[in-house]
């Protein structure tokens, strides 16, 4: 998993495999208020790359207005999308006490995790009834409803959802962002916004490298550098949090930071949650609990 729970935040050197229809379509298509927003152009040689997102660069909350962190105990433990003014997408690993939602708030609208924009506490949390079924991470998702509704402003914004008739180019370009941590030895996590871009890996590849470590199913997808090299991953904290793309020009949301074997590793890229393959169970918990 990559997810900071309050232990883990002073823990070092461990593995990281525990640890990237049509009403509610319609609903998730349109929660966003149509205003565009843009990503701050890619800079193919940035100067050093600072490691949050590993191989990534700090970044605004305007260009991911959609990004929330999401806390307990006032500590940043994972990332989260806004779908609805008071719904939440994040990844049901990230929800240990789902039974528990007060134990939970998200920070919407600002930059830094720690301070600023709008802290609302959750209402309820629906995880996947199949998460961890019939493998280990599989149905990694769950929704978060919230005490009260988020106000969309240049800072917050929800976005759509990858619908499945959209068409996503096999190399295009995949932003995730998150406040994830520095590295593996040293369970940190960054004070500022951070982004990076991948590109969606040789599925077969991908399952075979993790044979014996991780099961990579069908309603999964992994992503990594595009050099191959590793050099851009998410990390631990980033969990649950958003991998954008664009689709006709618009920003959608295609997964969510689910699980990896270290972070920027070539031969293990990130493994994300792939929304559109859940679009059924989605749309039936968010008619039914509405």
């Known amino acids: 998993m990559r997810s900071l729970s309050v232990n883990q935040l002073s823990q070092h050197n461990y593995i990281m495999l525990q640890c990237f229809q049509l009403m509610c379509l319609a609903l998730l298509a349109t929660a966003a208020t149509g205003q565009e927003y843009n990503l701050p152009a890619v ?42 003014p ?17 134990s939970y708030a998200i920070r919407a609208g600002s930059t830094m995790w720690s301070s600023g924009g709008s802290y609302i506490r959750a ?12 493998t280990h991470m599989n149905n990694d998702i769950a929704l978060i409803w919230l005490q009260r ?11 759509p959802l990858v619908t499945p008739t959209d068409n996503v180019l096999p190399q295009a370009q995949l932003f995730v962002s998150g406040w994830g941590s520095t590295t593996v030895e040293n369970v940190v996590t ?18 075979q490298n993790y044979f014996g470590a991780g099961t990579v199913t069908g309603s999964m997808f992994c992503a990594g550098s595009k050099s191959g090299l590793g050099d851009r991953d998410s990390c631990m904290g ?5 991998l954008i793309t664009s689709i006709a ?12 074997l270290g972070c920027a590793n070539a031969q293990y890229p990130g493994v994300y949650t792939y ?8 749309t039936q918990t968010l008619s039914t609990l509405a």
């Open 238 to 242: 980033d969990s649950g949090g958003p």
């Open 249 to 260: 020009g618009r920003f959608k949301l295609l997964g969510i930071v689910s699980w990896g």
């Open 86 to 102: 008071n719904v939440i997408l994040t990844a049901a690993h990230c929800l240990a006490r789902s039974n528990e939602p007060l």
């Open 275 to 282: 929304v559109t393959a859940h679009t059924n169970w989605l």
């Open 190 to 207: 960054a004070p500022r916004l951070h982004y990076t871009f991948v590109v969606q890996m040789d599925r077969q590849r991908c399952t």
């Open 149 to 159: 509704s988020l106000v969309y402003s240049p800072l917050i914004q929800a976005i």
């Open 123 to 134: 209402r309820r949390i629906v995880t996947h009834p199949q998460f961890n079924a019939p």
């Open 43 to 84: 800079n193919s040689n940035p100067g050093p790359q600072d490691g949050r997102i590993v191989g990534g660069w700090e970044t605004n909350i305007t260009h991911f207005p959609h990004q929330v962190s999401l806390q307990m105990g006032n500590r940043h433990i994972c990332g989260g999308t806004i779908i609805a």
